[in-house]
């Protein structure tokens, strides 16, 4: 009894989490916006493991970035490397949460929420 309580106990604790839902865009949620200006930007997982980061002010692409990903399904871990003009980076972090609606990462800094533009 004590067992079947703690099981219950944790798979109810747990965020929802469905790794198919990655595929598409996305934007991050609490962007800090540039004085005077519209700034957002946009971040495409596509189904062959690559990715696309897009910025944007007032409407106009300013940057961009491709890359490759990696998603652990089962361990919730994604890694992006990023193709930049004089360098690469990676970044890893642990997913919280992935549905339809929402992506939430945790990296070492800080936890970035992400939704459907």
């Known amino acids: 009894m004590t067992l079947l309580f703690a099981i219950l106990t944790l798979t109810g604790c747990s965020k929802p989490y469905n790794p198919d839902a990655l595929s598409g ?12 200006e519209e700034f957002s930007e946009k971040t495409t997982f596509f189904k062959n493991d690559s990715v696309l980061t897009e910025m944007f002010v007032d409407g106009k ?10 998603l652990d399904r089962i361990g919730r871990k994604l890694s992006v490397s990023i193709i930049m003009p004089e360098s690469s980076a990676v970044f890893e972090s642990e997913i919280i949460k992935l549905t339809d609606e929402e992506l939430i990462l945790v990296t070492e800094k800080k936890e970035i929420v992400f939704i459907r533009p």
Do not use: N, Q, V
């Not at 692409?61 to 990696?70: A, D």
């Open 61 to 70: 692409r300013i940057e961009h970035y491709s890359g490759t990903y990696k």
């Open 25 to 36: 865009s996305w934007k991050m949620r609490d962007l800090a916006p540039f004085p005077g």
